[in-house]
């Protein structure tokens, strides 16, 4: 789960001038465009320029390139008001259902089993008994603002301001990290983080069967396994390679068997294999579908 701390001392610009401004001098509103800038332009813009004849325009853009201006015009803003989002401190799982983030937090409608199996067990069930986070689950629906397919659109989603909490893979947050993004990953203290175990397949009647022995056996030695956890920020298979140590505690980092259990939560794999093509059904009706 990551979620983006986000400045929120733009939001309101005062005027200190001693009487209206003359019409020829607007006020300038930085904020989204689409329908916030529409509902605020109608809404708001419109009564305020009839009762005070001062005109309003807009500049409009994404929460990050919008803030990134504003820092750099600090000393001579370009704007007069700023909307963006608000920092909520998240530290644990149930804090995604905080009323606060109506309308902000994004995940994958690919694969539901991290979001179905924390529900479960905030419930006190697990992914076997996963039928006892479905209440649950359905109360998170309105703090929903999107899904995601790809990482570029949780990307986007999080330069955009559109969902700024997201529960996502933790090397995936720290890719966003070295694009440049401020994200923060949020390594839960109720429930532990999901754990998601990739593997390498040979496939059977593959004509090539020494050459992909050769390719896992290379991919699982220390020298890879150790470049692997540099680029990546995950923990590594082969408990021989070293973990700097910049990286040891970090979500998803783990590098002994006992932080395996301690740290995280590894679903049954035979029960997310035969379980999931229900949890996907169930996850597209009851909470992706509007």
Known sequence: MAHRPILAALVVGLLLAAGPAPAADPLVISMWGGNWKDTVEKVIAKPFTAKTGIPVEFEVGGTLDRLAKARVAKTAPLVDITFTTVKVDITKWADLWDPQLKGKVGMPDFDPSHIITISALLEGGDERSWQKGQERLKRLKPNIAAFFSTD???????????????????????????????????????????????????????????????????????????????????????????????????????????????????????????????????????IVAK
Request: hydrophobic content about 40%; aromatic content about 6%; glycine content about 6%.
């Open 152 to 286: 570029a659109r949780s990307q986007d989603l999080m330069k955009t301001g559109e969902a700024p909490v997201q529960v996502m893979l933790s090397i995936n947050a720290f890719h966003l990290i070295e694009q440049g993004l401020p994200v923060k990953v949020v390594n839960p203290t109720d429930r532990p983080g999901i754990v998601g175990i990739d593997t390498m397949a040979i496939m059977a009647g593959t004509k090539k069967s020494d050459a992909a022995h050769q390719f896992i056996d290379l991919a699982l030695s220390r020298e890879i396994q150790e470049q692997l956890v540099l680029t990546f920020k995950a923990g590594p298979t082969n408990l021989k390679a070293a973990v700097p140590a910049k990286l040891r505690g970090q979500p998803g980092v783990f590098t002994t068997p006992a932080e395996w259990k301690e740290r995280g939560y590894i679903m049954d794999d035979e029960t997310r294999a035969k379980t999931l093509p229900a949890w996907k059904e169930w996850f597209n009706a009851t």
